[in-house]
Nanobody
Framework: QEQLAESGGGSVQAGGSMRLSCEASPNLIGDGDYCMGWFRQTPGNEREGVAAIYTGGPGTYYGASVKGRFTISHDKAKRTLYLQMTSLRPEDTAMYYC??????????????????????WGRGTRVTVSS
């Protein structure tokens, strides 16, 4: 069983919306608090932090390029993370990766949206936005 399983990617026209989901396996996510998020990557470029959330606090964190357009949310009972994307642009086209980290200190650093702060990565789901 994959530890993080993304779904919901596909193709959409610019200006449209899409929702990504990521279900975490029970052997990864327990009853304690943890961090989850989304990164994206295009060929030849570094991974970009999109959004992150810490289940032990109220904060959500967004990359500058998506702030105000994307919303991250989480259903702890379902161990599922969501990314609602609106007003999509062609530059949002990328492979989107769900990430998670269960270390006790994760909540202290996730606001930086650094890929190195997340130990678990999903396989990714592709999002294509056409103009």
């Amino acid at each position: 069983q994959e530890q993080l399983a993304e779904s919901g990617g596909g193709s959409v026209q610019a200006g449209g919306s899409m929702r990504l989901s990521c279900e975490a396996s029970p052997n990864l996510i327990g009853d304690g608090d943890y961090c989850m998020g989304w990164f994206r990557q295009t060929p030849g470029n570094e991974r970009e932090g999109v959004a992150a959330i810490y289940t032990g606090g109220p904060g959500t964190y967004y990359g500058a390029s998506v702030k105000g357009r994307f919303t991250i949310s989480h259903d702890k009972a379902k161990r599922t993370l969501y990314l609602q994307m609106t007003s999509l642009r062609p530059e949002d086209t990328a492979m989107y990766y769900c990430v998670a980290d269960v270390r006790a200190t994760c909540g202290l650093v996730i606001s930086q949206l650094q890929s190195s702060d997340f130990r678990r990565w999903g396989r990714g789901t592709r999002v294509t936005v056409s103009s």
